[in-house]
């Protein structure tokens, strides 16, 4: 059975760093696109990062503070986020796009940036 496993959220001040990753278990099936996603109370799921083998995407609103990196050996996912702010706080998912079967996610981790 695919699991998607987050880990690495928190509480944080504003203006301080988290490092998120995700690990992708349970299948020797291709992983094409690799993400992150994050829900804010009251508010859609919106997408933060993919990355792919052709390069990065990023949501206006991270650009310059967050950074998508993958390991492929590890099946693993990261998401460096520098310079946080009270927006940011929200449960952030993992996604992956697998080859034959597609898109799964992981149960989210949560991220709280306080003023």
């Known amino acids: 059975q695919v699991q998607l496993v987050e880990s690495g959220g928190g509480l944080v001040q504003a203006g301080g760093s988290l490092r998120l990753s995700c690990v992708v278990s349970g299948t020797r099936l291709r992983i094409n696109t690799m993400g992150w996603h994050r829900q804010a109370p009251g508010k859609q799921r919106e997408l933060v990062a993919t990355?792919?083998?052709?390069?990065?995407n990023y949501a206006d609103a991270v650009k310059g503070r967050f950074t998508i990196s993958r390991d492929n050996a590890k099946n693993t996912v990261y998401l460096q986020m520098n310079s946080l702010k009270p927006d940011d706080t929200a449960v952030y998912y993992c996604?992956?796009?697998?080859?034959?079967?597609?898109?799964?996610w992981g149960q989210g981790t949560q991220v709280t940036v306080s003023s």
């Open positions: 990355i792919t083998s052709d390069g990065t």
């Open positions: 996604n992956a796009d697998l080859a034959v079967i597609g898109g799964r």
